[in-house]
C-alpha cells in the first residue's frame, strides 16, 4: 500500500477507533460490561469494513481508474448495507447489548467517513504522474513559459 493511502487509512481509523473507545466507556456506564462488549465489537466491525473497503478502492484506483466513482459508490452503499445486516443479526443477541452495538456501529461509520473525507481534502495527491525518465536525446522537446 502507498504511503499516501497508509495516512489516510490511519487518519480515518484512529479517530474512529477513539470514538470506538469512548462509546465503550459511556455503555459501560449506562449499560454494564455487555454495553462495552457491544461497542467494543461494533467498533471493530466498522474498522474492519471501512479499513478492507478503503483498500478495495485504493486497489481499483490504481489498476482501473476509470471505474473508481462507479466503485466508490458501490462499495459505500455495500458497506452500509453490510452494517444493517449486522444490525439486524444482532438485534436480539444476548451476548452483548444490542442497543449499544448499533448507536456504536452508526456513530463509528459516520465517524469514519468524516474522518476519511478530511483525510482526503488535505492530501497532496497528483492527478497526473509526472514524467521521471529523461527524453533520449536530453533536450528538451518543448519550451515552458513565454520567451520574451
Request: charged share 10%.
Amino acid at each position: 500500500m502507498p504511503s499516501n493511502d497508509v495516512r489516510t487509512l490511519a487518519q480515518a481509523a484512529v479517530p474512529t477507533a477513539a470514538v470506538g473507545a469512548l462509546a465503550a466507556v459511556v455503555s459501560a456506564v449506562v449499560a454494564g460490561g455487555k454495553g462495552a462488549l457491544g461497542a467494543v465489537v461494533a467498533a471493530l466491525i466498522v474498522i474492519l469494513f471501512m479499513g478492507l473497503g478503503l483498500y478495495a478502492l485504493q486497489r481499483t484506483a490504481a489498476s482501473l481508474p476509470h471505474l473508481f466513482q462507479a466503485m466508490g459508490l458501490m462499495l459505500y452503499m455495500a458497506q452500509i448495507l453490510l452494517l444493517f445486516v449486522f444490525v439486524a443479526a444482532f438485534k436480539n443477541t444476548t451476548l452483548f447489548n444490542p442497543r449499544a452495538f448499533a448507536l456504536t456501529l452508526v456513530v463509528g461509520t459516520l465517524t469514519w467517513i468524516a474522518a476519511q473525507t478530511r483525510a482526503h481534502m488535505k492530501s497532496k495527491i497528483l492527478y497526473v504522474q509526472p514524467d521521471s525518465t529523461p527524453s533520449p536525446t536530453g533536450d528538451r522537446s518543448e519550451t515552458t513559459g513565454h520567451s520574451s
